[in-house]
């Protein structure tokens, strides 16, 4: 399942965010990438440990812990701390999956989801759209600052080659109480529609809590927590 998430942060958060990791130092990308990566890969990040990506991070968790869309689409079980890279003109990433395994210093995590927080507005660069593979096709993603795209990690995706400005993203990955991505969007629609129905009848409807009911024994059968 591939959802785009719009205005997981505000304006003035990306603008934040900006000010903070703009002026930081930015060192070569392929620092964590894995070794078939790292031949494909053109961009720089911020370090893990850099100050102001830990303050820029503490800003986006924030978000992503309260926000419905996200917390319904992924149903998270631990999240890697979101990291940030920039691709300049020239830089690109080639066809690649993600690492079924990411650890860092506090936190070990299977990959079940990538994602891609746009931290530049769209009309500000040339190139560098998000190409991921799905069973319909090679879907091109290019959303504007402060919107999310999640994918799973098993897809094949590639950034293409940056030819004006700068785009500046934060990326993280997840670990989803469901493994399974099917099993995992049949949970968000079902949950959509109980959303649109409950607001349609209200939430003390006969049909909307037996459709609650079976959303959350389809959790207790399907879910790790």
Known sequence: MLICIPQLLSKAQVADIRTLIDAADWVDGRETAGAQSAKAKKNTQLPAGSPQ???AQKIISAELGSHPLFLAAALPL???PPLFNRYSVGD???AHVDNAIRSGPTTRIRTDLSATLFLTEAEDYDGGELLIETQFGAQEVKLEAGDMVLYPSSSLHRVTEVTRGARVSSFFWLQS????????SLLFDMDQSIQTLASERGHEDGEVIRLTGVYHNLIRRWADA
Request: proline letters at 0%; a neutral charge; zero cysteines.
């Open 53 to 55: 990506g830990i303050e």
């Open 78 to 80: 631990k999240v890697f």
């Open 92 to 94: 690109r990433f080639g």
């Open 177 to 184: 109480m469901v493994r399974d991505d099917g099993e995992r």
